[in-house]
């Protein structure tokens, strides 16, 4: 075997990271980045680990990911979503590495009745949307060649709060929950999307990709999934109805896209691999978490 490949995990204490970590591939080692030190609010710092590692590839999982907080936090999301990245990129094309910067559904307006695809106009409505989408355009103004951006959409994993989390909660202490049913999108499990990162950087086919799992639903439909799933497998839960709401019945401080569905095709072409359904990745989520049906 050759030498292994170097990879500096951005984030890797987040839901994400962690689920890069275990998906880790033969040859690959990890290396710097799962210090608690790498602070994109850190420049000096992170150019400095990143010089004295010097990875074949840098893989940015870090982000500012709480949508409301950015409305009030805003110059604290364009420092981490929008900066960071474009730091990232400078230091990869000085080090001759490959960047792989995760993204998301919000750059766009949410306005569309068709899957959104790579090249489509964007046009945030929240500034979390601004601040990430500042991001991809850091990356692209450095004049890194070798990188990837991937957008993804609705994630949940094992290892943080996330939305089926939250519903498994609700439903074990309410008889009714009130989920919002008019906003479209696709939920997307870690371990789908972090299998989908090192697939791209096999191809070498750099640009801009989408992922996230196939299929669509609403948020109230993906919460009732959740109870359904949950409950074949044993859960003992209180909930009895699961009502469906509209985005203005719950106003939150950001605007969320009323359409998020993302075109895959870009993603399959490359990598010559199809992507798990919404429903199938969910089931194999709550067979971790629950245990398998029938069990």
Partial sequence: MGAPIKLVLIGANGMLGQTVQEALPVGYELVAGNYPQVDLLQPSLVAKILQESSPDIIVNCAAHTAVDACEKEQELALH??????????????????????????????????????????????????????????????????????????????????????????????????????DQIGSPTLTDDLAGGLFRLLKTELFGVYHFSNEGKCSWHEFACAIVEGARQRGAKLKVERIVPIRTEDYPLPAPRPAFSLMDKGKYRAATGCDVPHWREALGRYLDRRLGKIGA
Wanted: aromatic share 8%; charged share 25%; hydrophobic share 40%.
């Fill in 80 to 181: 981490i979503n929008g900066e960071g990245p474009g730091l990232l990129a400078a230091l990869a094309k000085k080090l001759a590495a490959v960047l792989v910067h995760v993204s998301t559904d919000y750059v766009f307006d949410g306005a569309s009745s068709i899957p959104y695809r790579e090249e489509d106009d964007t046009g945030p409505q929240s500034a979390y949307g601004r601040s990430k989408l500042a991001g991809e355009q850091a990356i692209l103004e450095r004049g890194l060649e070798r990188f990837f951006i991937v957008r993804t959409s609705w994630l949940y994993g094992p290892h943080g709060k996330n939305f089926v989390e939250t519903i498994l909660r609700l439903a074990g202490e309410k008889e009714e929950i009130r989920i919002v049913a």
